[in-house]
């Protein structure tokens, strides 16, 4: 006997319906962006507005103007869309109750993962680009996330102290010094009045190179505010010849994939004119082209 026969069926009804007044104002108004909820008896706002409240009581005639913004107040992950959904790709279907509501409108909600949704989250509402009158209007829901502007701004004037004010000038002499530690020889830069590990006095100043070794770095991928320079650009933490604590400063003059660990590095130095009391002498640091330092030789300065 052979395999019984299938083939896909429709099942499809088409009929026009009347809304009514209340419904078909509400789906009037999507038409235009306009979200609207209508009062109870006894001051609530449903949205979706309906005829009638869940008591069986007819609603008031007064309508209220909502904002496009809620909260999911629950979920359910669609990971393979039907033909008929809203979206074409895995989205939620949530329960989202408008800011200024008392009830939820169930609709999708597009967060990209099931990972990104999260009950109580906020979302807003994103509108189709063709609007027919009905509840599609509302192509879905999308997290939303308020951000603000807010700059700060401080004036005050900086007193860095003998020590810094020594190294602050000599770089604007176009050089590095350390304080040495009395008690163990170890170089601090920038100097400072006392070792850290000890707390004895460490005033003795000695010149350094403008020559290290790469210790660690990252590259910044990542646009923030307020940023100097057009990412992608490295960052790295720099141990001079000499000094026994890293200096950070930009790492360049190399393809970022070749920027590794133990890399011997010298600085590259703005021109003489434009040298003042500030590291910003100095564009970068780049490779001097000697062979790798051993690990081993800057492991305890990481």
Not at 110 to 120: E, F, L, N
Request: charge should be negative; charged fraction near 25%.
């Amino acid at each position: 006997m052979s395999e019984p026969l299938r083939a896909p069926y429709v099942l499809e009804y088409t009929f026009r319906r009347t809304p009514g007044p209340i419904m078909g104002r509400f789906l009037d108004g999507l038409r235009y962006e306009t979200l609207e909820g209508v009062k109870t008896a006894d001051g609530r706002v449903l949205f979706p507005p309906r005829e009638y409240d869940e008591t069986g009581t007819a609603v008031t005639n007064e309508w209220v103007t909502l904002r496009p913004f809620g909260t999911v107040r629950s979920w359910s992950w669609v990971e393979q869309p039907r033909t008929d959904h809203p979206l074409s790709k895995p989205f939620a279907w949530a329960l989202v109750q408008l800011d200024g509501a008392d009830t939820s409108i169930v609709h999708a909600v597009d967060a990209g993962d099931a990972k990104h949704m999260k009950t109580g989250m906020r979302v807003r509402v994103r509108w189709a680009h063709h609007k027919s009158g009905t509840v599609k209007d509302i192509e879905c829901f999308e997290p939303h996330s308020l951000v603000m502007p807010a700059p700060s701004r401080l004036e005050f004037e900086v007193y860095p102290g003998r020590h810094y004010t020594a190294y602050l000038k000599a770089l604007e002499e176009g050089r590095f010094i350390g304080g040495k530690s009395g008690a163990d020889g170890k170089v601090y830069v920038p100097p400072r009045a006392a070792d850290p590990t000890n707390g004895q006095p460490a005033t003795e100043y000695v010149d350094l190179a403008d020559t290290g070794v790469l210790t660690t770095f990252t590259v910044v991928r990542i646009p923030f505010p307020g940023q100097k320079l057009d990412p992608p650009y490295c960052f790295g933490a720099i141990v001079l010849d000499g000094a026994d604590m890293p200096i950070y400063h930009l790492i360049s003059g190399v393809p970022y994939d070749q920027i590794r660990m133990g890399m011997r590095v010298k600085a590259k130095w703005k021109p003489r004119e434009q040298w003042g009391p500030s590291l910003e002498n100095i564009l970068y640091f780049e490779p001097t082209g000697e062979p790798d330092v051993p690990f081993e030789d800057y492991a305890e300065h990481l």
